[in-house]
């Protein structure tokens, strides 16, 4: 055991674990598997839990991460993918910490697609996301929680380090992208932190980064979250492109395109890296009031 407090899994557990269940983690469901006890706390230690919250953890894998959130946490729903890992949990909840194995829900389902009634506990939707996530589909997990549970008041993620830094970029930077502007609409992220290599089985190539975000008001109530993803996507597409080359095919032409941009206070001469997403709400404002395209 290393460090204080309760007994978390060891590289030895997980394996044993692993070996029992004929596991070997797999590329397609982006599995890598967290072996440090000390990488959990701080994990736990960063998500800041207040002890009476429901906590939402997706892609649990062997149960690492699951008994330091339930040591902190109210009660915890996990949602994973993989059938033999989600079968498992409930019993090394039962062995590891028999005394919360009530506080525990597992969902076998895939989190892309799981209902969000699935994810309710007698009426109780998950306050706090704490997740070590699958690297191929971080980013479109954590804006697909934030869409459908407006019960999510913060959350603390392990992603790839690059999507960390993605998620937390601002306008301008070579990194700023879908990922940064989305994730602006209705959350404050901030990066918290770095994870090195050697934590996980299998070891991944880079390194991890800590993410730690806070709900906040949507930018504006006059248009939809979908709405302004519609334009974000659309001058992303073709981000060497200026705004109004970019915004043509979307808007119904380049002149449609100006129009709207100007409309918006934007430059039609921009490009979509330098704008917030702010400028994106306004340019989504703006396409409500053009005229219909009778061309």
């Known amino acids: 055991m290393s460090g204080g407090g309760p007994e978390l899994l060891s590289a030895a557990h997980i394996r044993d674990l692993a070996?029992?269940?004929?596991?070997?983690p797999t590329k397609q469901w982006g599995q890598n598997f967290v072996i440090d006890p000390n990488t959990i706390r701080r994990i736990v230690g960063l998500a800041e839990l207040r002890g009476d919250e429901h906590v939402l953890e997706v892609g649990p894998g062997l149960g690492s991460l699951t008994l330091g959130l339930l040591d902190e946490a109210a009660k915890v729903t996990a949602v994973e993918i993989d059938p033999a890992l989600a079968g498992q949990l409930p019993e090394t909840v039962a062995l590891m910490r028999p005394q919360r194995t009530e506080a525990l829900r597992v969902v076998p389902e895939d989190a892309l697609r799981v209902e969000p009634e699935a994810l309710r506990w007698e009426?109780?939707?998950?306050?706090?996301?704490?997740?070590n996530l699958p690297y191929n589909v971080a980013v479109p997990v954590v804006l697909q929680l934030l869409q459908v549970l407006p019960s999510l008041r913060k959350g603390l993620v392990m992603v790839q380090e690059e999507v960390a830094d993605r998620l937390c970029a601002g306008p301008g930077s070579k990194i700023y992208g879908v990922p940064s502007v989305k994730a602006a609409?209705?959350?404050?992220?901030?990066?918290?932190?770095?994870?090195?290599?050697?934590?996980?089985w299998p070891e991944p190539r880079i390194s991890s980064g800590l993410v730690r975000f806070d709900r906040v008001e949507p930018v504006s109530q006059a248009v939809t979250r979908q709405e302004v993803f519609a334009v974000i996507d659309?001058?992303?597409?073709?981000?060497?492109?200026?705004?109004?080359a970019a915004l043509a095919v979307f808007a119904g032409s380049g002149a449609r395109a100006e129009q709207m941009l100007r409309t918006a206070g934007v430059d039609p001469q921009a490009r979509g890296e330098t704008l917030d997403v702010g400028a994106y709400t306004r340019i989504a404002e703006a396409r409500r009031q053009l005229p219909e395209d009778t061309a």
Do not use: I, S
């Not at 609409?185 to 996980?200: E, L, N, P, S």
């Not at 659309?234 to 109004?244: D, E, I």
């Open 19 to 24: 070996e029992g269940l004929g596991v070997r």
């Open 185 to 200: 609409w209705d959350t404050r992220m901030r990066k918290a932190g770095v994870v090195g290599k050697k934590v996980f």
């Open 123 to 131: 009426d109780d939707g998950p306050e706090v996301l704490v997740a």
């Open 234 to 244: 659309a001058a992303f597409a073709q981000r060497r492109k200026t705004l109004r």
